[in-house]
Nanobody, 122 residues
Framework: QVQLVESGGGLVQAGGSLRLSCRAS????????NGWFRQAPGKEREFVAA????????YYADSVKGRFTISRDNAKNTWYLQMNSVKPEDTAVYYCAGDSVVPTDGLEYNFWGQGTQVTVSS
C-alpha cells in the first residue's frame, strides 16, 4: 500500500516560519518529480512547489517564490517544504504529491497525501 503522510502543519504568526514534511512508504519516490500543492477554503487547489529527482531543479509558484524552499532526502523517501515569511494568505490545507513527470500540473501526479492544515494569523 502506497502512503504519503504530511506533517508539520499548525498555527503560525505572520512573518514566522514552518517546515512541512512528506514521508512516503510502499514505493520509492526517489526517481520522479515530487511536489506540494495547497487549497484554501472556497478556492481551487493550486501548485506551490516541485523538485526533480536529484534535487537539481526546483519550481515555485510566483506567490511563494523567495519565501518557500522545497527540498528532498531520497535516502529517507521524504521531501520538505520550508515556509518562511508566511502571510495570512498562505493559510490552506497543504498536500504533498509524488511521482510526476510534469512538475506544476497536479493532474499528472500519481500519489497524494491526506493534507495538513497551515493557519497563519495576523
Amino acid at each position: 500500500q502506497v502512503q504519503l503522510v504530511e506533517s508539520g502543519g499548525g498555527l503560525v504568526q505572520a512573518g514566522g516560519s514552518l517546515r512541512l514534511s512528506c514521508r512516503a512508504s510502499g514505493l520509492s519516490f526517489s526517481n520522479y518529480v515530487n511536489g506540494w500543492f495547497r487549497q484554501a477554503p472556497g478556492k481551487e487547489r493550486e501548485f506551490v512547489a516541485a523538485i526533480t529527482w536529484d534535487g537539481g531543479t526546483t519550481y515555485y509558484a510566483d506567490s511563494v517564490k523567495g519565501r518557500f524552499t522545497i527540498s528532498r532526502d531520497n535516502a529517507k523517501n521524504t521531501w520538505y517544504l520550508q515556509m518562511n515569511s508566511v502571510k495570512p494568505e498562505d493559510t490552506a490545507v497543504y498536500y504533498c504529491a509524488g511521482d510526476s513527470v510534469v512538475p506544476t500540473d497536479g493532474l499528472e501526479y500519481n500519489f497524494w497525501g491526506q493534507g495538513t492544515q497551515v493557519t497563519v494569523s495576523s
